[in-house]
């Protein structure tokens, strides 16, 4: 099964229940066994973040890090996902969407890079995209 580990360090409406709704929903789509650490930050977090692992100035809506990347470490711990709530309340806001469907998606995302899914090229969006669309639709209807 999956399992995780929350780690809130801003003000965010998200529960322990509510993500484990969602954890369920990724396991049903990828039935990947393993830990998970979410992290919920602000923007300085995310900014910080971001320029030391990706030389970006800037803040981001998730970056995601996967412990098992190389294949070399043998463990059930599978990485870390870092979300900006601020970023997530300002794209729900521009898409007008419920910041708690964009939160999803963004957790979605996320995990979905942890397991080795990637959007460079066109056929590899399409399947993570797919996805990811299709948890954020079986949360939306459950």
């Known amino acids: 099964m999956l399992s995780f580990e929350l780690n809130k360090r801003v003000k965010n409406p998200w529960s322990l229940e509510g ?12 039935k990947i066994n393993g830990e998970v650490e979410v992290n919920i930050v602000g923007d300085k977090e995310m900014k910080s ?5 990706r ?8 970056l995601s890090f996967a412990w098992q990347e190389d294949k070399i470490i043998k463990s059930s711990y599978l990485g870390q996902i870092y979300i900006s709530y601020p970023q997530i309340a300002k794209q729900a806001k521009e898409l007008r ?5 964009e939160f999803v998606r963004m ?3 996320g995990f979905l890079h942890i397991i080795g899914h990637d959007h460079i090229e066109k056929k590899e969006a399409k399947v ?5 669309e299709n948890i954020v639709d079986d949360f939306l209807n459950n």
Do not use: P, R, W
């Open 49 to 53: 973040l971001n320029f030391h692992y």
């Open 19 to 30: 993500i484990k709704k969602v954890f369920k929903l990724i396991y049903k789509h990828t």
């Open 97 to 101: 969407i419920d910041s708690e469907e």
């Open 128 to 132: 993570m995209f797919g996805i990811q």
């Open 107 to 109: 957790l979605a995302h």
């Open 55 to 62: 030389g970006l100035n800037k803040t981001t809506d998730v």
